[in-house]
């Protein structure tokens, strides 16, 4: 019986170790970011009796089970989902607002009303040459700002473009990550704390890979995880201890950016690279409404210009050349050339300002500033729409984020009874062996 007591005292106090170093364990990382709470499981050690009864039971203490991790796999992938949602969802917004930027900061609105004004003017006297002198440099100005919108927009797609080549780079990285960890939790044994800090490894690595991508995880019995990225009807990305190659394919002509997976198109709804696209399609469309804007512009006043004579009585030149907002230039610099008089005039220095009008009628048909108000509107409108989504989508990841942290996360006054609890459960599992010993010694002392 003494010795059944040593056994049992033993195992108790390897038992109460094991669950003083898990609730340290606990109480370290309490900070720690995708740190997920452990708890030993015990279970009892029993064993058959004597001889002649073999169905008899004795029980020979206490044995560890399992290092439990005290995770929610539905509230980690909640986590997951809304965290892809919010990045997609922000990496928009930050494309948007610098599209927004490019756009207002280069003055193109502006431009193109102090343009207009300065014919309006004219029209008091056209043959002023100082008032001529004006509109050409009103149109210098605005020719200059439409460049500069180009060019804005441009580096701002520039830089989504370089967001997203990191991104993929870092979803490869995270890739390769995974499959390595799938490949260590294959030989790792289900009991230790080896296996709990690769499982936390696994699923810090998902909720990560999560922020660059919406992704489907199907997890089996030992702890490896299959990721598709794309959602349930994406493609595979890690299987077992392989993962596959994500590509990005930059458009030099729109800046778009479009994914693949070891070649296979690649439809992403979630993660940054997904708002990422979306701004810069976008940022697409704006610059073709720019372009065509511009280009509008230049037709109209050219197709009027063409119709009158100028100042020394010759036929109207072109003022504007170009087809787009980055190819927009000043043609002419001598404001004697705005032809404001009708072809029929036959003398120079004609007051007539009947194709000056006709010109301003082929500008208001254009409407250049309405045109530019309307995508300085687009822009805002869809950037304020946008802010209002992602405001809802951090509500909800961040109440996800709460749920799964109630679950998973340390309580210090819990972990703080813990301790209290296996501290005595070892000094009673050593007073057990300390009275197996006086049981033992007395045992010997009667004979």
């Known amino acids: 019986m003494a010795s059944d007591l040593l056994s049992i005292g033993r195992s108790g106090v390897q038992a109460a170790r094991i669950g003083l170093d898990v609730t340290a364990q606990n109480i370290a990382n309490a900070g720690s970011t995708g740190y997920v709470r452990r708890s030993a499981s015990f279970s009892e050690v ?32 909640e986590v997951r989902r809304t ?47 100082s008032l001529r002198a004006s509109v050409i440099e009103k149109a210098r100005t605005m020719v200059g700002t439409f460049q500069i919108a180009a060019q804005e927009l441009d580096a701002a797609a520039d830089g989504q473009q370089f967001l997203a080549k990191d991104g993929v780079t870092q979803v490869n990285r995270i890739a390769q990550e995974l499959a390595r960890t799938n490949a260590r939790l294959s030989r790792a044994s289900d009991a230790s704390s080896d296996k709990t800090a690769l499982l936390d490894q696994r699923d810090k690595l998902l909720e990560e890979l ?90 109209a006043f050219n197709g009027a210009q063409a119709t009158g004579k100028d100042l020394d009585g010759n036929g109207g030149a ?38 000056l009008n006709a010109i301003r009628v082929a500008l208001a048909d254009v409407d250049p500033a309405g045109e530019m108000d309307k995508i300085l509107f687009d822009v805002s409108g869809t950037l304020a729409g946008r802010n209002v989504t992602l ?57």
């Not at 073999?54 to 005290?70: C, K, P, Q, T």
């Not at 942290?405 to 501290?423: H, P």
């Open 210 to 299: 999560s922020n660059y991508g919406n992704i489907a995880t199907e997890f089996s019995n030992d702890g490896q995880v299959a990721v598709k990225l794309g959602g349930q009807g994406g493609l595979d990305l890690v299987t077992g201890n392989s993962a596959k190659t994500v590509g990005i394919t930059l458009s030099t002509s729109d800046k778009t950016i479009s994914f693949d997976v070891a070649g296979q198109t690649l439809a992403l709804s979630g993660g940054s690279l997904a708002g990422q696209q979306l701004a810069l399609a976008k940022g697409a469309q704006l610059k073709t409404d720019i372009d065509t804007l511009a280009k509008k512009i230049v037709d």
């Open 46 to 77: 029993a064993s058959t009796g004597g001889a002649y009864r073999i169905g008899d039971l004795s029980l020979s203490g206490v044995r560890l089970d399992a290092m439990v991790r005290n995770a929610d796999a539905f509230r980690q992938a």
């Open 318 to 355: 072109a003022i504007f050349s170009g087809t787009s907002a980055a190819t927009m230039t000043l043609a002419v610099q001598d404001g004697r050339k705005i032809a404001t008089a009708p072809a029929s005039s036959t003398v120079a220095g004609s007051r007539d300002a009947t194709n």
């Open 391 to 447: 405001g809802a989508l951090q509500t909800i990841a961040n109440t996800a984020k709460v749920a799964l942290s109630a679950q998973s996360g340390v309580d210090l006054d819990q972990e703080a009874v813990n301790l209290v609890r296996f501290q005595q459960a070892f000094q009673a599992s050593g007073k057990v062996m300390q009275v197996a010993s006086d049981i033992f010694d007395t045992l010997l002392q009667i004979g």
């Open 83 to 129: 965290g892809s949602d919010v990045a997609r969802a922000g990496a928009e917004v930050s494309g948007l607002q610098n599209l927004e930027s490019a756009i207002e900061q280069s003055g193109v609105y502006d431009a193109i009303v102090g343009f207009e004004s300065s014919l309006q003017q004219l029209t008091q006297n056209p043959t002023d040459t």
